[in-house]
Protein backbone atom coordinates (compact mmCIF):
# COMPACT_ATOMS: atom_id res chain seq x y z
CA UNK A 1 0.00 0.00 0.00
CA UNK A 2 1.19 3.53 -0.99
CA UNK A 3 1.88 5.83 1.98
CA UNK A 4 -0.88 8.90 1.65
CA UNK A 5 0.45 11.80 0.01
CA UNK A 6 1.39 14.63 2.22
CA UNK A 7 0.60 18.59 1.27
CA UNK A 8 2.92 20.72 3.00
CA UNK A 9 2.51 20.78 6.90
CA UNK A 10 2.25 17.13 6.82
CA UNK A 11 -1.12 16.89 6.65
CA UNK A 12 -1.89 14.05 3.82
CA UNK A 13 -4.02 15.44 0.94
CA UNK A 14 -7.13 15.41 1.33
CA UNK A 15 -7.32 15.40 4.78
CA UNK A 16 -9.64 18.50 6.29
CA UNK A 17 -8.03 20.59 9.17
CA UNK A 18 -10.61 19.31 12.19
CA UNK A 19 -10.02 15.78 11.06
CA UNK A 20 -6.07 16.31 11.49
CA UNK A 21 -6.68 18.17 14.71
CA UNK A 22 -9.02 14.96 15.77
CA UNK A 23 -6.67 12.39 14.35
CA UNK A 24 -3.87 13.95 16.68
CA UNK A 25 -6.08 14.06 19.74
CA UNK A 26 -6.72 10.03 19.33
CA UNK A 27 -3.86 9.15 18.57
CA UNK A 28 -2.17 11.23 21.72
CA UNK A 29 -4.97 10.04 23.99
CA UNK A 30 -3.86 6.32 22.98
CA UNK A 31 0.19 7.14 23.77
CA UNK A 32 -0.76 9.50 27.42
CA UNK A 33 -2.57 6.06 28.88
CA UNK A 34 0.07 3.95 27.82
CA UNK A 35 3.37 5.29 28.75
CA UNK A 36 2.18 8.82 30.95
CA UNK A 37 3.06 12.21 30.20
CA UNK A 38 6.86 12.27 30.53
CA UNK A 39 7.27 8.86 28.28
CA UNK A 40 4.56 9.65 25.84
CA UNK A 41 6.56 10.37 22.71
CA UNK A 42 5.26 13.76 20.08
CA UNK A 43 7.39 11.31 17.36
CA UNK A 44 5.31 8.38 17.94
CA UNK A 45 1.85 10.13 17.95
CA UNK A 46 3.09 12.06 14.89
CA UNK A 47 3.52 8.36 13.26
CA UNK A 48 0.51 7.39 14.48
CA UNK A 49 -1.38 10.51 13.29
CA UNK A 50 0.14 9.97 9.61
CA UNK A 51 1.26 13.79 10.26
CA UNK A 52 4.59 15.35 11.06
CA UNK A 53 5.56 17.13 14.06
CA UNK A 54 5.51 20.49 13.30
CA UNK A 55 1.77 19.84 12.67
CA UNK A 56 0.69 18.68 16.29
CA UNK A 57 2.68 21.84 17.53
CA UNK A 58 0.93 23.86 14.77
CA UNK A 59 -2.73 23.26 16.81
CA UNK A 60 -1.97 22.54 20.00
CA UNK A 61 1.72 24.72 20.83
CA UNK A 62 3.28 22.07 23.07
CA UNK A 63 3.31 18.59 24.11
CA UNK A 64 1.67 20.06 27.25
CA UNK A 65 -0.90 21.66 25.28
CA UNK A 66 -1.43 18.76 23.45
CA UNK A 67 -2.03 16.54 26.58
CA UNK A 68 -4.39 19.59 27.94
CA UNK A 69 -6.50 19.46 24.91
CA UNK A 70 -7.16 15.92 25.83
CA UNK A 71 -8.21 16.24 28.99
CA UNK A 72 -10.29 19.43 28.26
CA UNK A 73 -12.65 17.45 25.26
CA UNK A 74 -13.15 14.53 27.76
CA UNK A 75 -13.98 16.52 31.31
CA UNK A 76 -15.54 19.81 29.54
CA UNK A 77 -18.44 18.13 27.91
CA UNK A 78 -18.95 16.21 31.22
CA UNK A 79 -19.32 19.56 32.95
CA UNK A 80 -21.79 20.60 30.94
CA UNK A 81 -23.72 18.14 31.20
CA UNK A 82 -23.43 17.59 34.87
CA UNK A 83 -25.42 21.46 34.88
CA UNK A 84 -27.56 21.19 32.81
CA UNK A 85 -28.80 17.84 34.99
CA UNK A 86 -28.43 19.90 38.07
CA UNK A 87 -30.93 22.51 36.04
CA UNK A 88 -33.46 20.11 35.08
CA UNK A 89 -36.86 20.28 36.63
CA UNK A 90 -36.32 16.21 38.42
CA UNK A 91 -36.56 14.95 42.03
CA UNK A 92 -33.08 15.10 43.56
CA UNK A 93 -32.34 10.88 43.21
CA UNK A 94 -33.61 11.15 39.65
CA UNK A 95 -30.98 13.61 39.39
CA UNK A 96 -28.09 11.90 41.05
CA UNK A 97 -29.13 8.45 39.00
CA UNK A 98 -28.76 10.57 36.02
CA UNK A 99 -25.17 11.52 37.18
CA UNK A 100 -24.02 8.56 37.70
CA UNK A 101 -25.28 7.03 34.43
CA UNK A 102 -23.14 10.09 32.59
CA UNK A 103 -20.16 9.87 34.43
CA UNK A 104 -20.10 5.72 33.56
CA UNK A 105 -21.30 5.85 30.44
CA UNK A 106 -18.36 8.55 29.95
CA UNK A 107 -15.84 6.63 31.35
CA UNK A 108 -16.61 3.31 29.56
CA UNK A 109 -16.87 5.35 26.21
CA UNK A 110 -13.59 6.74 27.05
CA UNK A 111 -10.91 3.62 28.18
CA UNK A 112 -8.67 5.82 28.01
CA UNK A 113 -9.36 8.36 30.75
CA UNK A 114 -8.95 6.24 34.11
CA UNK A 115 -5.21 4.99 32.87
CA UNK A 116 -4.32 8.80 32.34
CA UNK A 117 -6.07 10.18 35.53
CA UNK A 118 -4.27 7.09 37.33
CA UNK A 119 -1.08 8.27 36.36
CA UNK A 120 -2.01 12.05 37.63
CA UNK A 121 -2.71 11.05 40.93
CA UNK A 122 0.60 8.77 41.40
CA UNK A 123 2.99 12.19 39.81
CA UNK A 124 0.72 14.17 42.18
CA UNK A 125 -1.31 16.26 40.06
CA UNK A 126 1.93 17.37 38.06
CA UNK A 127 0.59 18.50 34.40
CA UNK A 128 -2.93 19.87 35.71
CA UNK A 129 -3.13 22.96 35.25
CA UNK A 130 -6.28 25.71 36.96
CA UNK A 131 -8.32 25.48 34.26
CA UNK A 132 -7.94 21.95 33.87
CA UNK A 133 -8.67 21.27 37.66
CA UNK A 134 -11.25 23.66 37.28
CA UNK A 135 -13.50 21.67 34.89
CA UNK A 136 -12.80 18.61 36.84
CA UNK A 137 -14.47 20.56 39.52
CA UNK A 138 -17.64 21.11 37.79
CA UNK A 139 -18.69 17.25 38.31
CA UNK A 140 -18.33 17.25 41.57
CA UNK A 141 -19.71 20.96 42.28
CA UNK A 142 -22.99 19.61 40.50
CA UNK A 143 -23.13 16.35 42.77
CA UNK A 144 -22.79 18.55 45.84
CA UNK A 145 -25.70 21.10 44.47
CA UNK A 146 -28.16 17.90 43.87
CA UNK A 147 -27.07 16.23 47.52
CA UNK A 148 -27.77 19.87 48.99
CA UNK A 149 -31.41 20.00 47.29
CA UNK A 150 -32.14 16.48 48.57
CA UNK A 151 -31.31 17.37 52.22
CA UNK A 152 -33.15 20.44 51.99
CA UNK A 153 -35.84 18.79 50.60
CA UNK A 154 -36.03 15.73 52.88
CA UNK A 155 -34.98 13.18 50.34
CA UNK A 156 -30.94 12.11 51.27
CA UNK A 157 -29.65 11.88 54.63
CA UNK A 158 -26.70 14.42 55.44
CA UNK A 159 -22.96 13.30 54.13
CA UNK A 160 -20.10 15.35 52.91
CA UNK A 161 -20.11 15.83 49.15
CA UNK A 162 -16.44 15.27 48.83
CA UNK A 163 -17.28 11.44 50.14
CA UNK A 164 -20.27 10.83 47.95
CA UNK A 165 -18.15 11.99 45.06
CA UNK A 166 -15.14 9.87 45.62
CA UNK A 167 -17.79 6.79 46.16
CA UNK A 168 -19.14 7.26 42.99
CA UNK A 169 -15.92 8.47 41.30
CA UNK A 170 -13.26 6.27 42.47
CA UNK A 171 -14.64 3.08 41.73
CA UNK A 172 -15.31 4.13 38.13
CA UNK A 173 -11.87 5.22 37.62
CA UNK A 174 -10.22 1.60 39.29
CA UNK A 175 -13.21 -0.54 37.65
CA UNK A 176 -12.32 0.73 33.85
CA UNK A 177 -8.95 0.50 34.35
CA UNK A 178 -8.57 -2.22 35.45
CA UNK A 179 -10.09 -3.77 32.57
CA UNK A 180 -7.21 -5.69 30.86
CA UNK A 181 -6.75 -7.08 34.15
CA UNK A 182 -9.85 -8.52 34.42
CA UNK A 183 -9.60 -9.83 30.84
CA UNK A 184 -5.91 -11.42 31.77
CA UNK A 185 -8.17 -13.22 34.57
CA UNK A 186 -11.02 -14.58 32.01
CA UNK A 187 -8.40 -15.86 29.60
CA UNK A 188 -6.44 -17.81 32.26
CA UNK A 189 -10.51 -19.26 33.45
CA UNK A 190 -9.70 -18.14 36.82
CA UNK A 191 -12.04 -18.70 39.05
CA UNK A 192 -14.14 -15.10 39.70
CA UNK A 193 -16.88 -12.90 38.10
CA UNK A 194 -15.00 -11.16 35.80
CA UNK A 195 -17.03 -9.54 33.30
CA UNK A 196 -19.40 -7.26 33.60
CA UNK A 197 -20.90 -4.51 31.27
CA UNK A 198 -21.49 -0.54 31.68
CA UNK A 199 -24.90 -1.06 32.29
CA UNK A 200 -24.77 -3.91 35.35
CA UNK A 201 -22.27 -1.55 36.55
CA UNK A 202 -24.25 2.22 36.31
CA UNK A 203 -27.39 0.01 38.32
CA UNK A 204 -24.95 -1.03 40.79
CA UNK A 205 -23.42 2.45 42.11
CA UNK A 206 -27.15 4.00 41.66
CA UNK A 207 -28.03 1.53 44.05
CA UNK A 208 -25.11 1.98 46.20
CA UNK A 209 -25.40 5.84 46.45
CA UNK A 210 -29.41 5.83 46.79
CA UNK A 211 -28.57 3.32 49.98
CA UNK A 212 -25.51 5.52 51.20
CA UNK A 213 -28.10 8.48 51.09
CA UNK A 214 -31.26 7.37 52.12
CA UNK A 215 -32.85 8.91 55.70
CA UNK A 216 -32.34 6.84 58.29
CA UNK A 217 -36.58 6.88 58.82
CA UNK A 218 -36.59 5.11 55.40
CA UNK A 219 -34.24 2.15 56.34
CA UNK A 220 -36.01 -0.74 56.26
CA UNK A 221 -36.16 -2.49 59.50
CA UNK A 222 -34.69 -5.42 60.70
CA UNK A 223 -37.32 -7.46 59.71
CA UNK A 224 -37.88 -6.19 56.41
CA UNK A 225 -34.30 -6.50 55.77
CA UNK A 226 -33.98 -10.39 56.42
CA UNK A 227 -37.05 -10.37 53.98
CA UNK A 228 -35.47 -8.53 51.05
CA UNK A 229 -32.64 -10.67 51.76
CA UNK A 230 -34.55 -13.76 51.28
CA UNK A 231 -36.18 -12.51 48.14
CA UNK A 232 -33.13 -10.98 46.46
CA UNK A 233 -30.64 -13.77 46.73
CA UNK A 234 -28.84 -12.51 49.39
CA UNK A 235 -28.18 -8.81 48.57
CA UNK A 236 -29.27 -8.06 51.93
CA UNK A 237 -28.52 -9.59 55.10
CA UNK A 238 -30.53 -12.66 55.93
CA UNK A 239 -32.91 -13.17 58.62
CA UNK A 240 -31.66 -15.03 61.81
CA UNK A 241 -31.93 -18.92 61.80
CA UNK A 242 -34.67 -20.24 63.71
CA UNK A 243 -34.12 -21.24 67.51
CA UNK A 244 -33.41 -25.20 67.69
CA UNK A 245 -35.11 -26.61 70.74
CA UNK A 246 -36.23 -29.70 72.31
CA UNK A 247 -35.27 -32.60 70.39
CA UNK A 248 -33.59 -30.54 67.59
CA UNK A 249 -36.66 -29.85 65.04
CA UNK A 250 -37.14 -25.64 64.65
CA UNK A 251 -39.43 -24.31 67.27
CA UNK A 252 -40.65 -27.17 68.95
CA UNK A 253 -41.08 -27.36 72.53
CA UNK A 254 -39.61 -30.25 74.30
Same mark, same amino acid.
Given at each position: ???A??????????????????T?????????A???????G??R????????K?????????K???????L?G???P???????????????A????A?????T????????L????????A?????????? +???M? *??Y? &???????? !? /? %?? @????????????????????????????????S????????D?????F????????R? +???P? *???? &??R????? !? /? %?? @?????????????G????????
Amino acid at each position: MKPARRRRGGRPAGRAPGLTRQTILAAATREFAARGYAAAGVDRIAREAAVNKAMIYYHFGSKAGLYRAILRGLFEPAGDEARAIVASGRLPAEKLDALVAMMTGRLFAHPELPPIMMREIAEGARHLDPQM +LRAMA *AIYQ &SMAAVLRE !G /R %RR @GHFRDVRPLLVYFTLFAPLVVFVGASPVRQAMSRLNVTGDWDCDAETFRLHLQQVLRR +LLMPV *AARP &SSRSRGTA !G /R %RS @GGALRPAPARRRTGAGQPGRKS
